[in-house]
């Protein structure tokens, strides 16, 4: 596809992540030949459903540019949520960038709650215990899968 405006000035390195079950972060770096006076806008959506927003707290770096942004009250849906990052500049027309990201697949669980581990002395060994993370999106236990590491003290 083409794309109007200067080559090399779209944003890259674009990445998203989901932590404390309802907060994300994007961020992206400056296009390599974007003017210096480029300024970046991200608007998303979590369906296709409904109207694009702007982001509203934006993360900027020592020249003032937005570099990022960060969310609250963020719901993971089903459906794939669509980033659109444009740019302006006085001296040229910046190249966009977008992207459609399964919102479940950037997310940074909490760790499970609870935690207990019971040793006997007799060759029973131990029985460790814990509790579900907490999420926004997943409602049945059985789609959780754990991991134990047991490292002899």
């Known amino acids: 596809p083409v794309f109007a405006g200067l080559n090399g000035s779209a944003i890259e390195n674009f990445s998203c992540v989901i932590y404390n079950i309802s907060l994300m972060n994007c961020t992206w770096r400056a296009g390599q030949d974007a003017p210096e006076d480029t300024q970046y806008f991200l608007y998303w959506k979590n369906s296709i459903y409904g109207d ?3 982001c509203e707290l934006y993360l900027k770096d020592e020249n003032g540019r937005n570099t990022g942004c960060r969310f609250q009250n963020v719901t993971i849906t089903n459906e794939k949520a669509y980033f659109l990052v444009n740019g302006s500049s006085k001296d040229s027309l910046i190249q966009f960038y977008d992207e459609y990201i399964q919102l479940y697949k950037i997310e940074i669980l909490t760790p499970p709650l ?3 581990a019971n040793c006997t002395r007799q060759s029973l060994g131990c029985i460790i215990t814990w509790k ?3 999420t926004s999106h997943v409602e049945h236990r059985e789609c959780f899968q754990y991991e134990i590491s047991v490292q002899n003290k």
């Open 132 to 134: 579900s993370p907490l």
């Open 52 to 54: 694009a927003v702007e």
């Open 114 to 116: 609870n935690v207990t």
